[in-house]
């Protein structure tokens, strides 16, 4: 009742799933990935063991052909299954049941898998692959994204659409597991979740420039840092939140003035910025200065 698309980006080292179906929260049930491993979608009739088990073999040596294989030997549903597979060496694996209800079938490709099952047509697969393969965009992400809108345009869901996900991971596994995730992104319920999923994907990926331009800033590269921030920032509809913390960090660094024109324009969004700003000193986030407070705040 799903379409989706596994995938190794040979770019970004990245591995990642996407997915969209008529089925409240869908990004509960389908989408596994993990840095280091391999990722994994499960629909259909779906079982969610197939992620966390077809994870857990392929973390202990086995090729995605070799999990997949291993889960179904011992499934007695496994025609009822439709189950894609990629592991960090971008060895890529699939079934689809006898028994999925039509239309219903996957097309493999250089280290991914797209895959459905209760489609309008048997095209969508091969469109999604087209739309995966062509696409323009240099992030991964949003290539993953072009999978599902062309899915979509191929006819979609008999049943219609009401939520989407996307998870992509680092291919190689560092010390701290919480680092690793790149992008996790849920649309549970919407009448677009497509649509609305990209348009979380760029508020992510804007937070993502937000904290690199907090970073420069730390490191004294301020011009570096503010170079280029009005598109990255425009697209999380007008979110005061990183507006401010990025004056804050001028504040810190000792550029008043840029600080004053990043964070007065946050101060009229709403009572609660000024007096989060007054609090940063006391858990030493901030100069134990009343002088600075003063000129950021409008108080001279």
Known sequence: ?????????????????????????????????????????????????????????????????????????????????????????????????????????????????????????????????????????????????????????????????????????????SDNPASDSTIELRVDDHSEPLLELRRLLKMRLAIGHANKVMDLIRQGRVEDALAGTDGALSAMDKNPEFHFRIGVELAIAGHIEKAIEWIRPVLGAGEGWAEMLRRLPAAELFPDDPLLLGRLLGEE
């Open 1 to 173: 009742m799903t379409y989706s698309i596994v995938a190794l980006d040979p770019e970004s080292g990245d591995l990642g799933v996407a997915v969209q179906s008529h089925y409240f929260a869908v990004g509960a049930r389908v989408p596994w990935v993990e840095s280091g491993v391999g990722a994994v979608a499960t629909q259909a009739y779906v079982q969610p063991s197939y992620g966390s088990f077809g994870l857990a073999l392929m973390r202990r040596g086995m090729k995605a052909h070799q999990a997949l294989r291993a889960l179904l030997a011992a499934d007695d549903q496994r025609e009822r299954r439709q189950v894609a597979m990629v592991d960090a060496w971008g060895e890529v694996a699939t079934h689809t049941g006898l028994r999925c209800i039509r239309e219903a079938g996957s097309r493999a490709g250089d280290g991914y898998s797209v895959q459905a099952n209760m489609m309008w047509s048997d095209t969508v697969w091969d469109a999604m692959a087209q739309g995966y393969e062509s696409s323009s965009h240099s992030h991964f992400a949003h290539r993953l994204l072009d999978a599902l809108d062309a899915a979509e345009l191929a006819g979609g869901d008999v049943r219609g659409k009401q939520s989407a996900a996307m998870v992509t991971r680092r291919t190689y596994a």
